[in-house]
């Protein structure tokens, strides 16, 4: 089992940029990719972008493609999510998680983290 704690979010202003970590606690975590998720009140959720086991390649959803970047820290057991140029729209729980296949759907995820929450003022 792979037990994922996320943290950095918090509020910030529209614009400003912010940077979310994922530590996992180091159980095969080179055997998982690693992608990121959020939730705003009321809406399911919506697929960030997906990091492959050794960073090498990453794929993003079309709404955040550009402005943020994920990346990854074997050595620390640490995945990231970089996001700049925040919108309000932006705001919702921000989850990461582990899979070992390469896709953009939830339930193909194996280990989630317990979320933690952005806030973008206008």
């Known amino acids: 089992q792979v037990q994922l704690v996320e943290s950095g979010g918090g509020l910030v202003q529209a614009g400003d940029s912010l940077r979310l970590s994922c530590a996992a606690d180091?159980?095969?975590?080179?055997?998982?990719?690693m992608g990121w998720f959020r939730q705003a009140p009321g809406k399911g959720r919506e697929f960030l972008g997906i990091?492959?086991?050794?960073?090498?390649?990453?794929t993003y959803a079309d709404s955040v493609k550009g402005r943020f970047t994920i990346s990854r820290d074997n050595a620390k057991n640490t995945v990231y999510l970089q996001m700049n140029s925040l919108k309000p729209e932006d705001t919702a729980v921000y989850y990461c998680?582990?899979?070992?296949?390469?896709?953009?759907?939830?339930?193909?995820?194996?280990?989630w983290g317990q979320g933690t929450q952005v806030t973008v003022s206008s």
């Open positions: 180091g159980r095969a975590f080179t055997n998982y990719n």
């Open positions: 990091i492959s086991r050794v960073g090498g390649g990453t």
């Open positions: 998680a582990a899979g070992t296949g390469w896709s953009g759907v939830s339930n193909d995820y194996r280990y």
